[in-house]
């Protein structure tokens, strides 16, 4: 297994990355440019680690053995003795090629340089380097000591080594890796858009307001949080910058096209919970709404969004981006779905799926809701996904 691992940038991301490690033994070193943010990482894992202590999950030894593994450093020149590094910084594809032809210059020519970006390509990053096959994709979901999956994503000047090594060195952190192809989103971001576009599309159209949107996922699709409670988790900002992201990278193909309510939030500051209002009001004397509870509405909005995100797991696998296991792993273990999506689509009927999709498309004449090739196929030749 590596033992000598190299973490630059100490945000939430970075610091998370970093307790991994060093729960498993590796000797980390924790890069950031900032001081400050480097003591603020440092402190908020005394508090992580002394709750673990109070809740019984770990002993002061353990807890001491783990914050020992981790030395916090500013200087990049430090990271010379990793392994492995993980870029966690900014989603900037200049700053990152900075960083990784600064980082090269120091480390060995066999240490894998990895990025944990959301949705830039791998390739692209690579490029930067003199050694562009030691250059891999490891994804983290947040937080990272918690969630189960990695997307491991390897660029086209990946060598076969790196990505056996990497994969292998994941999997002995005890997480469970996706290996996805460098394509925009990788499987997680790509697939869960609908899970957002689409609820605000229903929003759009007048259908239901976000309350009920958000009771209708959790309550009929046992989604543990509604897309609009999610989006507000996450940041309106965040999210929408992935979206359009996401849509300019697959040549402005309509199925990820953004929504301008969304646009709209972010442009007024209504960022969610960070902001103290997003689609919801986070202020103390602020009361949810209540949603309209037509179960015969909920089923609805509930099925018009499964659909959609069992179309896009659908074209993900017809794409290769994943296998079909991959695909359903990711999305249970990378954004808690209660269940796979393709697993969802078998338990529905492929004929579902093909005639849901079918029926908006002639209703709409929108290329968003073409059928991927793969659904039409599976259900003329009546297979089902496992």
Request: hydrophobic content about 40%; aromatic content about 10%.
């Amino acid at each position: 297994m590596i033992k000598h691992v190299g973490i630059i940038g100490s945000g939430t991301m970075g610091s998370g990355i970093a307790q991994v490690a060093a729960t498993v033994g590796c000797l980390v070193k924790l890069y950031d440019t900032n001081t400050e943010a480097l003591d603020k990482s440092k402190a908020a894992l005394e508090k992580i680690m002394a709750r673990l202590v109070e809740k019984g999950r770990i002993d002061e030894t353990e807890k001491t053995r783990i914050q020992d593994n981790i030395t916090y450093v500013d200087s990049l020149k430090d990271l010379s003795d990793s392994e492995l590094t993980i870029e966690a910084i900014v989603e900037n594809l200049d700053v990152k090629k900075k960083v990784f032809q600064e980082l090269e210059s120091y480390v060995s020519k066999k240490t894998i340089i990895a990025s944990n970006t959301s949705s830039l390509s791998i390739a692209s990053i690579a490029s930067a380097l003199k050694k562009p096959k030691r250059c891999i994709g490891i994804h983290f979901f947040n937080p990272a000591p918690l969630m189960k999956l990695v997307e491991v994503i390897p660029a086209i000047q990946t060598s076969d080594k790196v990505l056996r090594k990497t994969t292998m060195n994941i999997q002995n952190w005890g997480k469970t890796v996706a290996v996805a192809k460098d394509t925009p989103g990788f499987i997680v971001n790509r697939v869960a858009r609908p899970f957002y576009g689409e609820s605000l599309r229903i929003y759009e159209e007048g259908i239901a307001d976000f309350a009920t949107i958000d009771w209708s996922l959790k309550s009929i699709g046992g989604f543990r949080m509604g897309p609009f409670e999610l989006m507000d988790f996450i940041g309106n900002d965040v999210n929408y910058t992935v979206t359009e992201t996401v849509f300019k990278a697959f040549y402005y193909d309509p199925r990820y096209k953004p929504s301008f309510t969304q646009k709209r939030f972010s442009e007024a500051g209504y960022l969610g919970r960070k902001s103290g209002k997003g689609y919801y009001d986070y202020s103390e004397k602020a009361t949810k709404p209540e949603p309209n509870q037509d179960v015969a509405l909920a089923q609805k909005i509930f099925d018009r969004v499964l659909v959609m995100l069992i179309n896009e797991a659908a074209d993900a696998l017809f794409w290769n981006i994943a296998s079909a296991e991959d695909i359903d792993n990711a999305m249970t273990k990378g954004v808690n779905y209660p269940k796979g999506l393709l697993a969802w689509a078998d338990e529905k009927g492929i004929d579902w799926c093909v005639e849901k999709l079918d029926a908006m498309y002639d209703e709409y004449h929108e290329e968003r809701y073409r059928c991927s090739p793969l659904l039409r196929r599976m259900n003329k030749e009546n297979k089902t996904f496992f």
